[in-house]
Structure formats: structure tokens, C-alpha cells
């Protein structure tokens, strides 16, 4: 099973990319994370930011394959603890999809795919600003794996 990232926000700093890589690395070739960045929608003065949502949208669907098991991050979506996570991501490589994780922009995960997504996942009550909910989301990925073959990590 590989699981990609798929994040509306591009140019992140430094910090960013070396904490998503830390994780990253971690992981082996069958419980892989990939990145994607998405550009976002123009939000300049006067912009239509419903238009803005629609083209990241349009752009997350371009880099779908359309067979992916799709798990929408959300504030609004359900809570999982690491344990729980760790279950899911057992059920996901049981199926045998790819699983494609979507973080959307200033203003949310287009409502299409939000809709059409397989599970909602909310990482916490707080909104996060995105660099943290990479970092967060690869931790967490890490985290479940070690549990799920049982490497001391987990604690
Ligand atoms: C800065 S937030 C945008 C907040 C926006 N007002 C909304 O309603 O989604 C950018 C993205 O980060 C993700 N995100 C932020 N906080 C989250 C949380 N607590 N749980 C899950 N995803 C979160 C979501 O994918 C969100 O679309």
C-alpha cells in the first residue's frame, strides 16, 4: 500500500520539508508517503474564492488516480486516536488501495471531493496551520506503523 499526501500549498519552508522528511524516510517502501503539493487558487483583491477552492479541487482530481481509498482532513472530521489510526491503516492495506490523504486550502477541501472521500479524518478540535498539519500527519502516519509491527517507537 502507498499512501500520498495530497496538500493544497507550495514553498514550504525549510523546516517543513526536513520534518515531513524525517518521517518520510522512516517508512518503508510498502507504507510509503508521498507528497504532492497542489498550487492554490488565486485569492487576490476581489477573487471568487469558491472558484479558488474549485481549481485546487480540479487539480487534487488530476492527480488521482480515481481508485484510491480517499481520506479527507477535516476540523470536522471524525477523531482518531494513534491506536485507532494504526487499526485503519491495517483495514486500508487489507483492501489493497492506495490511500490518498487530502489537506485543503485557506478555505477548506473542495466540497466534491469532501463529499466523495471514503473517510473524514480531524487531527484535532484546533484548526492547524498547514506546515503543522503535514509534520502532524506524517508523525502520526509513523507512529501507527511502528505499532502495527510493533516497534518500540510507540509509547
Ligand atoms: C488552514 S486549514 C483551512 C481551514 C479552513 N477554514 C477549513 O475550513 O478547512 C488548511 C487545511 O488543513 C487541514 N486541517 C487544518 N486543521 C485540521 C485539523 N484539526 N484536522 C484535520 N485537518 C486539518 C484541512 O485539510 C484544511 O483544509
Known amino acids: 500500500m502507498k499512501l500520498k499526501l495530497l496538500a493544497v500549498g507550495t514553498k514550504m519552508p525549510s523546516w517543513v520539508e526536513q520534518g515531513v522528511g524525517e518521517y518520510r524516510k522512516r517508512l518503508p517502501r510498502d507504507f510509503s508517503l508521498e507528497i504532492i503539493e497542489i498550487a492554490p487558487g488565486a485569492r487576490g483583491k476581489n477573487a471568487d474564492i469558491a472558484r479558488a477552492v474549485a481549481s485546487e479541487g480540479e487539480r487534487m482530481r488530476e492527480r488521482l488516480k480515481g481508485t484510491e481509498h480517499l481520506v479527507a482532513l477535516e476540523v470536522s472530521g471524525k477523531p482518531w486516536s494513534t491506536e485507532q489510526l ?46 503543522l498539519v503535514r509534520i ?16 518500540p517507537y510507540h509509547r
Open 136 to 151: 502532524l500527519l506524517a508523525e502520526q502516519l509513523y507512529r501507527a506503523w511502528t505499532l502495527l509491527v510493533g516497534h
Open 86 to 131: 494504526a487499526e485503519q491503516a491495517a483495514d486500508w492495506r487489507l483492501a489493497g488501495r492506495d490511500v490518498a490523504l487530502l489537506v485543503g486550502g485557506p478555505d477548506g477541501i473542495e466540497p466534491g471531493l469532501s463529499a466523495r472521500a471514503d473517510q473524514r479524518w480531524s487531527l484535532s478540535p484546533l484548526t492547524l496551520p498547514h506546515p
